[in-house]
């Protein structure tokens, strides 16, 4: 797919810059000719950026706190576009019941400034598959699961999933406000991001037996979603959600793969964490049926020229 509109023209947010998905954001959008306000919660992460542009005018690296209103508009200043992922505050590291107050809020505020900034043509907001996945009624699905499903927050409260409480009350908040102030959002369903210092304890992996039982334990590349980031806010057909992976968890063998990938990395982990770990002795024999589709992204990247 061509890009519908000059990239040499177009500047564009990443925040927050300094995770895994932003940083490689970051990288890529330069090398497609992008104008990139780089937003960062941390002193010292603008480091992460030094040398990767040629041209200092192409890069312009911002400390955007997502509690922080006006320092948020201050990077969105002259934006046509925002690529938005949450990383939680260096002080508060683990999701539990109290993340999703947090997460709400910035989302609400960042939407907020970009019904704000008159520049802005497209927002694309970054979720998770958590907020896919999570249903009582789940087993008992005839169709597929897509992104036109939530997760049930009572549900995910009740079995203390704050990942996918998190994500579907930020995804729904941002949601309703870009609706009520007509901005064009979508968002990126992503499955779990399959880093080089991916441990035990990430938050998405509670409930991982049991999204393998159900068939829709699902990973993705760095560079697969980075690439979805880009088509989606290129093309302009793009709408509502997309539900992002390249890979599905489903045989014992992928299992026991990612659980001896996980468990070197966990070191003295305590038993609570590691049962939320796909041990391959609690997973079932052979091959688990695909029960979640991601068709719609799959279709609009199919012509996509990274």
Not at 93 to 122: G, I, S
Not at 205 to 229: I, K, N, Q
Not at 275 to 290: A, M, N, R, T, Y
């Amino acid at each position: 797919m061509a890009p519908s509109f000059d990239t040499n023209t177009q500047t564009v947010c990443v925040m927050d810059a300094s995770g895994h998905l932003g940083f490689n954001l970051v990288q890529r959008l330069l090398q497609r000719g992008y104008t990139v306000h780089a937003s960062l919660q941390k002193y010292g992460d603008e480091d992460l950026f030094n040398g990767i542009s040629t041209d200092s005018n192409k890069l312009k690296i911002f400390r955007s706190d997502p509690f922080d209103y006006h320092s948020i508009i201050e990077a969105l200043r002259g934006c046509s576009g925002l690529f938005y992922t949450f990383e939680p505050p260096h002080d508060q590291q683990n999701y539990d019941e109290y993340m999703a107050d947090v997460e709400v809020r910035a989302a609400h505020n960042v939407l907020e400034a970009c019904a704000q900034t008159e520049t802005m043509d497209k927002v694309v907001f970054t979720s998770s598959a958590t907020a896919v996945v999570w249903r009582e009624d789940r087993k008992s699905m005839e169709l597929d699961l897509d992104e036109r499903h939530w997760s049930d927050v009572n549900f995910c409260r009740k079995f203390k999933l704050w990942h996918g409480v998190s994500k579907t009350m930020a995804e729904k908040s941002a949601w309703a406000l870009a609706m009520d102030r007509g901005v064009n959002m979508v968002s990126i369903n992503a499955g779990l991001l399959m880093t080089h210092d991916l441990t035990i304890q990430h938050p998405y992996l509670r409930g991982a037996a049991e999204m393998y039982e159900d068939g829709v334990f699902v990973t993705v590349d760095l560079p697969f979603l980075v690439d979805a980031h880009i088509c989606v806010y290129e093309e302009v057909s793009s709408y509502g959600r997309y539900l992002c992976f390249n890979h599905i968890i489903n045989t014992q063998e992928d299992a026991v793969q990612l659980a001896q990938k996980l468990t070197p990395a966990a070191g003295s982990s305590s038993s609570s964490s590691s049962s939320q770990s796909p041990q391959s002795g609690d997973l079932g024999k052979g091959f688990i049926e695909q029960k979640i589709s991601n068709k719609k992204l799959n279709k609009l990247m199919v012509n996509f020229e990274a």
